[in-house]
């Protein structure tokens, strides 16, 4: 018995659509990839694979890897899961077999930002995704910048009192999702101003 899986996988120039079923996917090129042991590999090695075979340069390029989930509990709605580190990976892969999903992801290539030289406050999303990503493979943990709230856009006033409350993970986010890492993404801090 081969322990190779067959995946379903989207990628090009295509656009994510929705229909009644969640995330349509037919606007991208599709190919099907047989993956190796996809249980017992790290999300670095199926990223440098995934590298190797869409001929990607990860020194000028990165890309992302979307899974197709479903983790409502009634009826067919399919969604997207960024897969960003070996944890991720494994907790779908764990439910895609214990669900029977069809094996499917969308593999999308970006760009890196250029370099805008020492002292420079400019950023990318796309350039954070790849610092975090090049982390997980070097086994280091990224925390997430703290998000802009209320009170940045209010100023610095020293005579504002501004509490952050810290909700307790209830073990379910927006939208239904139950997976440990969406959940702690969600769940953001709140700023109240008195």
Same mark, same amino acid.
């Given at each position: 018995m081969s322990s190779?899986?067959?995946f379903q996988v989207?990628?090009?120039d295509g656009?994510?659509?929705h229909d009644a079923y969640g995330v349509d996917l037919s606007a991208f090129e599709?190919?099907?990839c047989g993956i190796d042991k996809p249980l017992e590999r790290s999300f670095g090695s199926i990223r440098k694979w995934f590298h190797e075979i869409?001929? #990607?340069n990860p020194k000028t390029h990165f890309l992302t890897v979307q +899974? #197709? +989930?479903n983790w409502g509990t009634e009826g067919d709605f399919w969604e997207l899961m960024l897969i960003a580190n070996t944890e991720e990976?494994? +907790?779908y892969m764990q439910a895609a077999l214990d669900r029977g999903w069809p094996l499917a992801m969308l593999i999308q290539i970006h760009q890196k930002a250029a370099h805008f030289g020492e002292g420079s406050t400019s950023t990318s999303s796309h350039m954070?995704?790849?610092v975090e990503q090049e982390n997980e493979d070097q086994n280091m943990h990224v925390t997430e910048p703290e998000p802009q709230g209320i009170a940045d856009q209010v100023g610095e006033k020293e005579d504002q009192n501004v509490h952050v409350i810290q909700p307790e993970p209830q073990g379910l986010a927006d939208e239904g999702e139950r997976i440990p890492g969406i959940v702690e993404a969600c769940n953001t801090s709140v700023l109240i101003l008195r």
């Amino acid at each position: 018995m081969s322990s190779k899986l067959r995946f379903q996988v989207h990628y090009g120039d295509g656009y994510i659509s929705h229909d009644a079923y969640g995330v349509d996917l037919s606007a991208f090129e599709r190919r099907e990839c047989g993956i190796d042991k996809p249980l017992e590999r790290s999300f670095g090695s199926i990223r440098k694979w995934f590298h190797e075979i869409f001929n #990607v340069n990860p020194k000028t390029h990165f890309l992302t890897v979307q +899974t #197709v +989930t479903n983790w409502g509990t009634e009826g067919d709605f399919w969604e997207l899961m960024l897969i960003a580190n070996t944890e991720e990976w494994r +907790t779908y892969m764990q439910a895609a077999l214990d669900r029977g999903w069809p094996l499917a992801m969308l593999i999308q290539i970006h760009q890196k930002a250029a370099h805008f030289g020492e002292g420079s406050t400019s950023t990318s999303s796309h350039m954070n995704q790849a610092v975090e990503q090049e982390n997980e493979d070097q086994n280091m943990h990224v925390t997430e910048p703290e998000p802009q709230g209320i009170a940045d856009q209010v100023g610095e006033k020293e005579d504002q009192n501004v509490h952050v409350i810290q909700p307790e993970p209830q073990g379910l986010a927006d939208e239904g999702e139950r997976i440990p890492g969406i959940v702690e993404a969600c769940n953001t801090s709140v700023l109240i101003l008195r």
